[in-house]
């Protein structure tokens, strides 16, 4: 796996544009609906099961986050907390490139060893993200 700046040709898809769109336009949605008074959505498996399930906590995660109170964000879903600040990272990132006109970084040449060990990585992560979830469930 190799790191890569490289212009995109013009037919390219244009994951900087497309994704700062998206997350902008989710983080503009959802702050309208919560200062029309909306109510928050609640989880079915949560109130199925009585346990949470894989994203618990996100959106109150976010809200926390939103208010600036990282710790609170934290204890709702700290993998929701790193999605989030990653998300903001990538923001910033896509809009400096986009304004000018930039390189974009991109991953190449990955083997199947790697695409692998980021797989079981990215299961390992939430998979501890919910244990933690279950054992702090009396929050929920």
Not at 11 to 26: C, K, R, T, Y
Not at 119 to 128: D, E, W
Request: aromatic share 12%; proline share 5%.
């Amino acid at each position: 796996m190799r790191f890569v700046w490289r212009r995109i040709p013009p037919n390219d898809f244009n994951h900087e544009l497309v994704w700062l769109v998206v997350s902008v336009a989710a983080a503009v949605g959802g702050a309208v609906w919560l200062s029309l008074g909306f109510p928050t959505l609640r989880c079915p498996f949560l109130a199925m099961t009585g346990y949470p399930c894989l994203t618990c906590g996100a959106t109150r995660c976010a809200i926390a986050l939103g208010h600036g109170n990282f710790s609170a964000a934290w204890l709702w879903n700290p993998l929701a907390l790193a999605a989030l600040c990653f998300v903001v990272v990538f923001d910033v990132y896509a809009a400096i490139v986009l304004i000018a006109r930039a390189p974009r970084l991109r991953l190449i040449d990955w083997t199947r060893a790697e695409k692998n060990a980021v797989r079981v990585a990215v299961i390992a992560l939430i998979v501890v993200n919910w244990i933690y979830l279950l054992a702090h469930r009396t929050q929920f």
